[in-house]
């Protein structure tokens, strides 16, 4: 039997998305303590032309300190034994049976590629978005370039507690000065700077005991320059199960903390700055309200009330209101999309895997992983992606060492490249991605910018053709 991870016989290894999730696991193989004689060669697939998942998709373009992290996967690409295939997708241009043909282990690093839905009434009209469409938008996502976002009226409705609905509460606060020194995509800054939205009202259907907030993230709100943050002094009046949450050993640091900060929100006197955020609490949307647009949504108190297994959970009461609106962003989280040749688990949105292997029913698929969101679904900051991607890859080298892996017919490297350059005309290399790098920058330093980005496949792609077209 031949023995994989030599030099005539290197571990080929695909993996399927270059985000956070990607990145950490090939660092992990190429980059092996445990195995310090392996030979790995990484391939790395990403639909999109350009590297980064979310780092550059997804991570809003006010925090630019937070987008540095790609230094360390540029590290990672620099390896001799790594290559990066972008505009190459899964499941159209490549099937799973090319991979199976042609490598030792597949790993998928895809994320979450959609929106959790609401399912109520109305959460289709026009005017009722997505945040994962306006992420996408304003960060320069060449599928999202063409959407439009009307941004005249007076009132936006966020919906949702988590750091995702604080990016996009921001974004529609913040100054065309402020937008003006970022990356958000071109196409969304003039629209941006010119919003005539002046309330932002965040709903979360839980107290403040139980937002998914960070503390930096919701100290933010309250230092926005354009906008005074509002809080009704009796939304932080805590009931008597989240008064004895937080007082006990399992409220974390930062649900105590984010408290804290809510009560000051509370004690505040607004400023009469020209824009208010108002974070409200224990409301639920019932229905979005308007004809052929959003005029309003309908919302329900909430009580908490505990379940089986301990957890405050929201309970709706009879009481209900109705806001005018023009705008809603549903920002109550992503999901993971099914992915061709793989199970999937319908109710959590993720392959179902156990730590990192791929499962049907109970039983690990032979040499098939998933990391990072598709893996355990769409929580956690990108740190969280390592020690997610380290679990998978320590079960990916014991499994190569209890002879597990795929026994691939035509492993050669060759072989690969082959079926990519017959598959897709527009095969975006790591030199590619580089050259796309050096002209964003190019065109963002006049501006005090760090970049304009390229936001459509035919820009992305001819600033790509510049570069070498063989990979390195
Ligand atoms: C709006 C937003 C802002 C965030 N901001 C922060 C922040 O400021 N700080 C922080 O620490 N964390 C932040 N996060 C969380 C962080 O981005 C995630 O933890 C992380 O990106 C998840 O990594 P991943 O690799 O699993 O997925 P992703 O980053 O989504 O990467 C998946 C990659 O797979 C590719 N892909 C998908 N399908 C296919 C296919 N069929 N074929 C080929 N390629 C495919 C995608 O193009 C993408 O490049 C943010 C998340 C969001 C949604
Ligand atoms: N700056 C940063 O570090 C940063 C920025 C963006 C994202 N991220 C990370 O990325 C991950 C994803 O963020 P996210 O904001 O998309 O998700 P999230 O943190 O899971 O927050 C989702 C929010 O939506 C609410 N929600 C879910 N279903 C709902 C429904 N049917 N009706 C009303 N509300 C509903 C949740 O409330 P319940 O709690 O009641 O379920 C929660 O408040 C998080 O781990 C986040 O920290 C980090």
Known sequence: MTTIGTTEHPLRVAIVGSGPAGFYAAGQLLKCKSHPDLCVQVDMFDRLPTPWGLVRGGVAPDHP??????????????????????????????????????????????????????????EDLPGSWAATEFVAWYNGNPDYRELEFDLSHERAVVIGNGNVATDVTRMLALTRD????????????????????????????????????????????????????????????????SRAFIESDTATTTAKKNVEILRGYAAREPSGKPRRIVLRFLVSPVEILGYDRVEGIR?????????????????????????????????????????????????????????????????????????????????????????????TTDLLLEDLDAGRLLDPADPDRDSLEALV??????????????AIDRAEKAAGEPHGRPRVKLCSFEELLDAARAAERVPR
């Open 178 to 241: 402020e937008l003006a020194t970022t990356d958000v995509a071109d196409h969304a800054l003039e629209p941006l700077a010119e919003s005539k939205v002046r309330e932002i009202v965040v709903l979360g259907r839980r107290g403040p005991a139980q937002a998914a907030f960070t503390n930096p993230e919701l100290l933010e709100l309250g230092e926005m320059s354009d906008a005074d943050v509002l809080v009704d002094p009796r939304d932080v009046e805590l009931d008597p199960l």
């Open 299 to 391: 919302i329900c108190r909430n009580e908490l009330v505990e379940d089986e297994s301990g957890a405050l959970r929201a309970r709706r009461t009879e009481a209900t209101e109705e806001l005018e609106c023009g705008l809603v962003f549903r920002s109550i989280g992503y999901r993971g999309m099914p992915l061709e040749g793989l199970p999937f688990d319908e109710r959590r949105g993720v392959v179902p895997n156990d730590c990192g292997r791929i499962l049907v029913g109970d039983a690990p698929l032979r040499g098939e992983y998933a990391v990072g969101w598709i893996k355990r679904g769409a929580t956690g900051i990108i740190g969280t992606n390592k020690r997610d991607a380290q679990e």
């Open 65 to 122: 300190n937070i987008k540095a992290v790609s230094r360390v996967y540029e590290k990672t690409a620099a390896h001799p034994e790594f290559r990066f295939y972008g505009n190459v997708e899964y499941g159209v241009d490549l099937s799973h049976a090319d991979l199976v043909e042609r490598y030792h282990a597949l790993v998928f690093a895809v994320g979450a590629q959609t929106d959790r839905r609401l399912g109520i009434p109305g």
């Open 421 to 434: 350059a017959e598959r897709t005309a527009d095969l975006v290399t790591y030199a590619g991605w580089e």
